[in-house]
């Protein structure tokens, strides 16, 4: 059985399609408790004092709080409209992938500061699926579904942060 990449043009289709916008408020609560639970007792995370005595502009957030504010600062009333209907790509895919069985794993995460993130930045982001392709090894068969979000402040429109999450779905 062949370790390379399998072509399937279902997966082939995803390319490029959206996986939603989100808008999100960098909080100081949550930025404190986050670097706490990743173990980061750096003061600069919770005294403005501390990260302006480190050259910060304000509080800072920790490298990979981008993965969570999403959940933490994603309130109703500020979201985009979305222009992805009836769901996104990738959950259109990992249903269909659970449907078959297997399991689902968060493979890798990955992410890019274009600028620094600090509290009280009011970030949008926009998503959208950059690869999708089968690979066989050692007998099974896993799919792999990479996305991609790019977030910008909300005022200027510049990049802050791109992160890219690979899901692999293993039968």
Known sequence: MSEESQVDPDLANLIGKPTGKSKV????GPVAYFALAVGDKSPIYKDTRAAKAAGLQAIPVPPTFAFAWDTW???????????VPQGSAVGEVVGSLMAKGGTILHGEQEFVYHKPAYVGDVLSGEGKVVDAYRKESKGH????????MIWCDDKTG??????????????
């Open 25 to 28: 408020v960098l909080e100081r």
């Open 141 to 148: 068969v896993m799919t792999f579904v990479v996305t991609e």
């Open 158 to 171: 510049d990049p802050v942060v791109t992160s890219r999450s690979n899901i692999i779905h293993r039968l």
């Open 73 to 83: 600062g994603k309130f109703p009333e500020i979201q985009p409209e979305d222009d």
